[in-house]
């Protein structure tokens, strides 16, 4: 049992309304001056501890019939599930039986989930918004303990706007998203949706649009992509207030980032680019063209996992080898899988190894402190990734020491225990999956280390959010997101 200290007004509220169902939320922002940076900055300011405890001015809004329809039940203990895309909707599962839960949640065309970092919601990319999915899922602190709750899984009202939604990423109870059409970034607390209560946003629109992120800081600032609708070609560090702190621009193609223990990592068409906290720091890939696309980030590891693409005038490459960035050296190294993989294909174990779903159909183990591949585990048949990256293929989620990958080819999915290194469960899909991600239903990190006061949050990723998908090529491989992206609105591991 793990003791969880709390704030008795604020989870108080929480907890009240989170037994009623999910409430609606739009997201909003007035005009304001920012900083000292090239980008204009709007937006009514929610400030941390002024959220924490305070929610006047937020409003509290009632769903439809369909989200009030079931009173929740309470668990013993948490209650992780996961979620599924398909063509036309979302369908929710017990993480453990991977039995369907509740009805299928309509979407229209091709739709994106993110991770909120709040253990409950999932951000859908749909439209020009992103379109918040309750799982019905969550536990709350009481005292010295937890409390876990369960619900069918609802589509809310809620909506943040953002014209053409990108990346999505998270952390410390912050979350932040992307518009690719507009360049504006909309900051608001994780808390807010724990509450039910339509949080205020801080806005910032990048100098050019462009398809880029936004990654928080622990000191309340933020790194975002600096580039054009031609190009991308840098990285930007800005304090709490907008105010430019550094600025690399030798970052080509700039795209996947995530954390890791002393850092966090940005991919380039050259290599790499490492924030420290201080400055950026470049790091070089084996060869001139050199592209990280798809970073994987751990708590316990100072090592980022990611792809590796080498053939800079190839139509589609199928690269055989990933690649490690250690923020204590600088430095990158490569591993030969002898197999290829997408961007659906990465993931991190809870000790921080690296994980690989192979077109042989196998989930590869590295230990990133090595390099070495230390086992090789069969899932799925053998498989090869469409050229048209928004077609289902083969998804790896991880969430602690358990992996779910899906099998389009034949409507499934398989649970893989990462300690006993085995799977044990697999289950017939009542529609062909693409899109996989998952809530754990945990009191959220972020609940837990303020209420001990640790706010040094070293290595988290933003999103797998915290880490971010490539899904555009390169030069001569960059395909439009016009109206479908995510949190991973590149393509991951082969940048689509």
Not at 214 to 243: Q, Y
Not at 441 to 468: K, W
Request: proline share 4%; hydrophobic share 30%.
């Amino acid at each position: 049992m793990r003791t969880i200290l709390t704030h008795p007004r604020r989870l108080g509220l929480a907890l009240s309304v989170c037994l009623g169902g999910t409430t609606a939320l739009t997201a909003c922002g007035t005009e304001e001056s920012g900083g000292d940076t090239s980008a204009s900055t709007s937006g009514s300011e929610t400030g941390a501890a002024e959220e924490s405890h305070d929610h006047e001015g937020e409003e509290s809004h009632d769903h439809g019939d369909d989200a009030k329809a079931a009173e929740p039940t309470e668990t013993a203990g948490a209650q992780p599930r996961i979620a599924y895309t398909y063509d036309g909707g979302v369908q929710v599962l017990d993480a453990t039986t991977l039995k369907p839960v509740g009805k299928p949640l309509e979407a229209e065309g091709f739709v994106r989930l993110n991770d909120m970092g709040d253990g409950r919601h999932l951000a859908l990319s749909e439209g020009n918004h992103w379109q918040v999915l309750d799982l019905g899922v969550w536990s709350q602190p009481h005292g010295d303990h937890s409390h876990s709750y369960a619900k069918d899984p609802v589509r809310t009202d809620i909506a943040i706007e953002g014209e053409h939604p990108g990346h999505v990423t998270f952390d410390d109870g912050r979350v932040l998203t992307w518009a690719d059409g507009t360049g504006t970034v909309k900051e608001f607390t994780a808390e807010s949706l724990l509450a039910g209560v339509t949080p205020k946003t801080k806005d910032w629109t990048a100098e050019h649009t462009h398809h880029g992120v936004a990654v928080p800081t622990h000191d309340g600032g933020m790194l975002v992509t600096v580039g054009t609708e031609d190009e991308r070609n840098g990285v930007m560090a800005l304090d709490a207030g907008g105010k430019k702190l550094a600025e690399y621009d030798n970052c080509p193609g700039v795209h996947g980032e995530a954390e890791v223990k002393g850092g966090v990592v940005f991919g380039c068409e050259n290599g790499a680019v490492i924030w420290d906290g201080k400055r950026f720091k470049p790091v070089d890939g084996p060869g001139d063209y050199s592209r990280v696309g798809t970073i994987k980030g751990s708590a316990k590891s100072p090592v980022a996992f990611h792809d590796l693409e080498v053939q800079k005038d190839a139509e589609f490459e199928r690269p055989e080898q990933v690649a490690m960035t250690d923020v204590r050296t600088g430095t990158m190294r490569t591993v030969d899988l002898g197999t290829s993989y997408w961007f659906r294909s990465l993931g991190r174990a809870s000790d921080g190894d690296g994980l690989v779903l192979g077109y042989d159909g196998a989930l590869h183990r590295i230990d990133t402190e090595t390099g070495k591949v230390t086992d090789k585990l069969p899932v799925i048949k053998a498989w090869k990734e469409k050229e048209d990256w928004q077609k289902p293929g083969p998804a790896l989620h991880v969430m602690g020491d358990t992996a779910w990958v899906t099998e389009p080819a034949t409507q499934k999915v398989h649970r893989i225990d990462l300690k006993a290194w085995k799977v044990t469960k697999s289950a017939t899909l009542e529609h062909v999956p693409n899109e996989l991600n998952g809530v754990d239903a945990e009191v959220p990190e972020f609940a837990v280390e303020e209420e001990h006061g640790d706010h040094g949050h070293e290595g988290h990723d933003h999103g797998e959010g915290h880490d971010h998908e490539d899904h555009d090529h390169g030069e001569g491989h960059d395909h439009d997101h016009e109206h479908d992206h995510s949190e991973e609105s590149g393509h991951e591991g082969h940048s689509h």
